[in-house]
């Protein structure tokens, strides 16, 4: 059985050389070519029970697709995925597969997962790059009537495209000047291009999404204000957008940033082409940013290539417990981050101006399993180091976006501050309203989020059906 | 989000009236918008000085002083601006209690002003206290005069009304009469000057902050603040606070952070407009 697929390696990405793409936001990974494509897709089992299949959360047919694939029927392959999963090139180059689809492949057993990512990203960027899907035209309006999707992350993105498609008028409510939510303000160009969000959110307004964007609900409307505006039910998917802080002494001095203010005046604002875009960024020679999740390796690249000419982590857990992707710590690590682990930092010393200048922290050794399963870091007695810094990233997490859930009225909340849903129909406290994505389960993943949005628009589709 | 009027206060400080009727019919004293006037422009936080929920317009006053506000007060009758998102914050409280003083250095005038006129609706006394560079920079002299009881000028180089600090006048007032509450808006040495005032003598204050800001809605945490002890958010939590409690120090040395790179932008745009 392993004749096939075993015995030939799995394909590498190509990239960008480290020594080039330290100082550029090009994209790093550069998708694979035909030939690789049809090797790698030629190297799938087709696996009659594919455990791949259970790894992904919203259930592509994996092997049906790669077969689609290495029959040389892109155009029929990405089809198969879009049954699915309505952002192929986003997912194909954000998602953790190590840990979903790629981990579970019978081939990982003794050699080398397919590379279930790269080929869907070769479907996705080949449709756009052939323009498939321009195809799809604006549904017949208020057909069934209006649905309110609040927030236009994936999550949002998802839930309007599937309930466009079965036939609902949506309009998409986002509170920043552009859509996208993470995908716009959060994860770099480098790693997902601007233009490929703009293509996905182009393709919505082509369905008849229409988006409403400066809107704030919670404060410009109220989730009252859009059932009064005729919206029979509304999707909240308004994210974990609250940067946590270390709550350690100088950390407001100046150059010291959540990761959220980082990215979002690069990103979002484009700081990266000052004075040409006016919003500035100040970046200092010594970055250090404290995480080792995917923001925190998206800030400390991201601090490379604005030319930072040393960027460390700082981390107290070891590296088994980084919860970055792999790839994206490899592709770090190859642009020179250094990474500091079992460091945990005590607090940050400023000069007279205010800027942050030393970074004090704390060495750190593993001891017991805490409650998430790790093992929980433990101070080291006397074992105090500084590092001198100029700008200091704070990359430790979000928690729920606070003004839609102060400002409405009769929503549940669990104890994390996240709103509470029934977990079979996602909907709230509120009758008609439903929530997903990372405001219901916190900080997550694009897919789980999409995967969100797909069960609330098919319950919105149930719950409205059985209202008539 | 077009404006429908324009008028210049004093040099380089413009008033607009602009058509934004969702954010008018939710606007209270105390709230604030984002603007971005074009594409490459940056988020721009403005006070709401007014708003009239029929005709569904806000008035916005904006102080010509980095590349993007200067460009915005460039912007004619008729323009609209590309985005505008609010009201944002959180409104300021309003209450019956007495006499309230309101403080306002310069430019603090604007976002003062929605705060006096609720509070004399409330049945409040008010004794507006208003302070500017010379008497040409003080502006909405007559709105304040008709929300006001009372109203005292200063100004630092004497050109009208006391000669000095607006300090100097909250100090003769408090003297005077007895005082529930200070309410003061301004550059931030003015405000910290105006809190040591009021601990004086022992007057509860109010002030509004104008931290750097982004998102305004809480995401970015570019505009903490440090109030009694702990970080606050001015977008969402302020932007009004006990001004007793406020770390004005921090918030200085935190407001100057951006200065040298605005000075480049404004440099090359000036290079630009040379070039022209
Ligand atoms: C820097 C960074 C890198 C990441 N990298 C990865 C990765 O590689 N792979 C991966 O799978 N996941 C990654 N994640 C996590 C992933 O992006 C999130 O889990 C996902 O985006 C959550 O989607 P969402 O739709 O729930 O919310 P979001 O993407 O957060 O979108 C919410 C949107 O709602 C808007 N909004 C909020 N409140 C309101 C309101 N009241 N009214 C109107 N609009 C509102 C926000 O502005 C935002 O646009 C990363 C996250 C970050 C921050
Ligand atoms: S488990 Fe691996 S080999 Fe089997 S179908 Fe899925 S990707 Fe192909
Ligand atoms: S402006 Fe971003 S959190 Fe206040």
Redesign the interface.
Request: charged share 20%; with cysteine; aromatic share 12%.
């Given at each position: 059985m392993q004749a096939r697929g075993g015995g030939k390696m799995r394909q590498q990405m190509p990239k960008q050389d480290p020594e080039i793409r330290w100082r550029n936001f090009d994209e790093v990974a550069l998708g694979f070519t035909v030939e690789q494509a049809q090797a790698e897709a030629d190297r799938c089992l087709k696996c009659k029970k594919p455990m791949c299949v259970q790894g992904c959360p919203v259930e592509i047919e994996i092997p049906n697709f790669i077969a689609l694939l290495a029959a040389g029927q892109p155009e029929a392959a990405l089809a198969k995925i879009k049954e699915k999963n309505s952002l192929p090139a986003i997912c194909g180059r954000v998602c953790p597969q190590e840990n979903q689809c790629e981990k579970l492949c019978v081939l990982g057993k003794k050699g080398e997962p397919i590379a279930i990512g790269a080929l869907e990203r070769y479907c996705a960027d080949w449709g756009r790059k052939e323009e498939t899907e321009a195809k799809s035209t604006p549904q017949e309006t208020a057909a069934k009537g209006k649905v309110a999707v609040v927030g236009s992350g994936p999550a949002g993105l998802t839930a309007a495209a599937d309930l466009s498609l079965m036939g609902y008028k949506v309009t998409l409510f986002e509170?920043?000047?552009a859509p996208g939510g993470v995908l716009r303000?959060g994860i770099p160009e480098f790693r997902l291009p601007k233009a490929i969000v703009d293509y996905e959110v182009g393709n919505l307004v082509k369905m008849g999404v229409e988006i409403k964007?400066?809107?704030?609900i919670g404060?410009?409307?109220t989730i009252d204000d859009l059932f009064s505006q005729d919206y029979q039910a509304v999707f909240i998917g308004t994210g974990a957008?609250?940067?946590h802080?270390l709550?350690i002494p100088g950390?407001?001095l100046?150059?010291v940033?959540?990761a959220?203010?980082f990215l979002?005046?690069v990103n979002l604002?484009?700081a990266y082409?000052?004075?040409?875009?006016?919003?500035?960024i100040?970046i200092g020679k010594r970055v250090a940013v404290i995480g080792a999740g995917n923001v925190a390796m998206d800030s400390a690249r991201t601090a490379l290539r604005l030319g930072a000419e040393k960027v460390i982590i700082v981390y107290r857990r070891s590296r088994e417990e980084m919860p970055a992707r792999l790839e994206e710590i490899e592709n770090a690590e190859e642009e020179g981050v250094v990474f500091h682990l079992l460091t945990n930092p005590l607090q940050l010393l400023g000069d007279e101006?205010?800027?942050v200048k030393t970074m004090v922290c704390q060495q750190m050794s593993l001891g017991e399993p805490d409650a998430s399963g790790r093992r929980r870091p433990v101070p080291i007695l006397d074992s105090e180091v500084s590092f001198p810094v100029d700008t200091v990233v704070v990359a430790i997490g979000q928690g729920p976006?606070?003004?839609l859930l102060k400002g409405t009225a009769g929503l549940n909340l669990n104890k994390w501050g996240y709103i509470e849903v029934d977990p079979e129909t996602l909907m709230t406290s509120i009758p008609g309203v439903f929530a997903g994505g990372d405001i219901v389960t916190g900080a997550a993943t694009v897919i789980a989020a999409m995967g969100a949005g797909k069960k609330a628009a098919r319950a919105i589709g149930n719950y409205l059906a059985s209202k008539k | 989000m077009e404006i429908i009027d324009k008028k210049e206060l004093a040099p380089g400080i413009v008033q607009f009236l602009v058509d934004a009727p969702l954010i008018a019919k939710k606007a209270e004293p105390g709230h604030f918008i984002i603007l971005r006037h074009k594409e490459n422009g940056e988020r721009i936080p403005l006070t709401i000085a007014d708003f009239d929920r029929e005709q569904g317009t806000i008035t916005l006053v904006c102080q010509g002083i980095g590349k993007s506000t200067k460009e915005i007060n460039q912007m004619k009758k008729g323009d609209a601006f590309l985005d505008l998102l609010g009201p944002l914050g959180t409104p300021y409280p309003i209450n019956k209690l007495g006499t309230v003083i309101c403080v306002a250095g310069g430019l603090g005038v604007a976002p003062l002003y929605p705060k006096a006129k609720a509070l004399h609706q409330a049945g409040n006394r008010v004794l507006s206290l208003i302070g500017a560079q010379r008497k040409e920079m003080l502006i909405m002299t007559e709105e304040m005069a008709a929300v006001s009881d009372e109203v005292r000028y200063s100004t630092d180089d004497g050109s009208f009304g006391h000669h000095g600090f607006v300090t100097a006048l909250l100090q003769q007032a408090l003297s005077e009469e007895k005082v529930s509450e200070i309410v003061a808006v301004g550059p931030v040495p003015m405000m910290a000057a105006t809190v040591k005032v009021a601990k004086e003598f022992n007057v509860p204050i109010v002030v509004s902050l104008n931290a750097l800001m982004i998102d305004g809605t809480g995401m970015c945490g570019g505009c903490r603040v440090t109030v009694g002890g702990k970080t606050k958010f001015c977008c969402v939590d302020g932007p009004a606070f006990d001004g007793a409690l406020v770390n004005f120090e921090e918030l200085l040395l935190r407001q100057r952070y951006y200065h040298e790179q605005e000075k480049e932008a404004c440099h090359r745009c000036r290079l630009e407009e040379a070039g022209k």
């Open positions: 509170s920043l000047h303000y964007k400066s809107c704030l404060q410009t409307l957008g609250l940067p802080f709550g950390e407001n100046n150059s940033y959540s959220n203010e979002t005046r604002m484009k082409l000052f004075p040409e875009y006016d919003t500035p100040r101006s205010g800027n976006n606070p003004i | -």
